[in-house]
């Protein structure tokens, strides 16, 4: 074969490849680097690329029961940071499954759903507590960018050695960089302090100022201006979340049969929680043959 002939079908080999690269590209932005045209992502840390998520997991604001005091906060909190106004980071801290990140994704649809109310383009972003260290490269990434973000990191907490929070530490304030004034960071976890308690314990036995070594991890707790607390619910409450979801979505059942079945799903999980509702309904809608 001649080197003519031979070069050019390895251009043409290179060509088609090139081809299939960009057919798996993804499709998460503009092919100008600019934001798409979704209202959710997922911030792929390692790639550092926005992924549209088409369809967000959720269920409607109205659905969410036994947390209305909590639920008003967040929601003027984030109205008001959809308004282009002042708003705080927020932690939102406590009981599994009693809708904390539920509570986020569907104040997220609800002022999507109310555009016309005078609210600026809001994206939800996720991310991965695995890309926190991450997250500068995506503050420089959003933040010109003619929308306003919150970044959700769900099941946020740290173990022995980590030093990502750092990162995080520095975006939500005290940075040279700072956080952009359109985005805001909203975290869920069970811990408080985002930390375990024998975690705390061993940095100040082990630390030569242990007042000094504790303070710096207990202190990113402090960085979230809204502290939620999410507690676990009594039998009435439960009771009410079962019966909401139960006609949301078109169970027909009478009022002692689900509460019936309702405290004995309770006691076979030993636990009381939306989580746990929701789980009961499913159930039930398969028995009874409908989907959900």
């Given at each position: 074969m001649k080197s003519k002939d031979y070069l050019a079908e390895i251009a043409a080999s290179l060509g088609q490849i090139a081809r299939s690269l960009d057919a798996l590209a993804p499709s998460g932005a503009d092919a100008d680097g600019?934001?798409?045209?979704?209202?959710?992502?997922?911030?792929?840390?390692?790639?550092?690329?926005?992924?549209?998520?088409?369809?967000?997991?959720?269920?409607?604001?109205?659905?969410?029961?036994?947390?209305?005091?909590?639920?008003?906060?967040?929601l003027r909190n984030t109205e008001q940071f959809a308004r282009g106004h002042g708003a705080n980071n927020a932690l939102l801290w406590g009981a599994r499954g009693m809708g904390k990140s539920s509570l986020v994704k569907a104040i997220h649809g609800d002022i999507i759903a109310r555009r016309d109310e005078g609210f600026h383009r809001l994206v939800l972003i996720e991310i991965a507590r695995e890309d926190l260290e991450t997250l500068p490269a995506l503050m420089r990434r959003i933040g010109g960018e003619d929308a306003r973000f919150i970044v959700f990191c769900d099941d946020l907490s740290f173990d022995n050695g980590e030093t990502s929070?750092?990162?995080?530490?520095?975006?939500?304030?005290?940075?040279?960089?700072?956080?952009?004034?359109?985005?805001?960071?909203?975290?869920?976890?069970?811990?408080?302090?985002?930390?375990?308690?024998?975690?705390?314990?061993?940095?100040?036995?082990?630390?030569?100022?242990?007042?000094?070594?504790?303070?710096?991890?207990?202190?990113?707790?402090?960085?979230?201006?809204?502290?939620?607390?999410?507690?676990?619910?009594?039998?009435?409450?439960?009771?009410?979340?079962?019966?909401?979801?139960?006609?949301?979505?078109?169970?027909?059942?009478?009022?002692?049969?689900?509460?019936?079945?309702?405290?004995?799903?309770?006691?076979?999980?030993?636990?009381?929680?939306?989580?746990?509702?929701?789980?009961?309904?499913?159930?039930?809608?398969?028995?009874?043959?409908?989907?959900?």
């Open positions: 600019g934001l798409g045209t979704a209202d959710a992502y997922h911030w792929d840390g390692d790639a550092g690329q926005l992924m549209a998520v088409p369809k967000v997991s959720r269920v409607a604001l109205s659905m969410l029961k036994g947390i209305d005091a909590v639920q008003d906060i967040l929070y750092k990162s995080l530490k520095t975006i939500l304030d005290g940075g040279l960089e700072g956080r952009p004034e359109n985005v805001l960071f909203y975290a869920t976890s069970n811990r408080r302090h985002l930390m375990p308690r024998d975690m705390i314990e061993n940095e100040r036995s082990t630390a030569i100022n242990p007042g000094e070594a504790v303070e710096e991890k207990v202190s990113l707790s402090d960085r979230f201006g809204l502290w939620l607390g999410f507690h676990n619910c009594d039998q009435p409450t439960f009771l009410t979340m079962v019966r909401a979801y139960a006609d949301h979505y078109g169970l027909d059942l009478d009022d002692e049969t689900l509460r019936a079945r309702a405290i004995e799903w309770s006691a076979t999980r030993g636990a009381r929680s939306g989580r746990v509702a929701i789980q009961l309904v499913r159930t039930l809608a398969g028995e009874m043959g409908k989907p959900l």
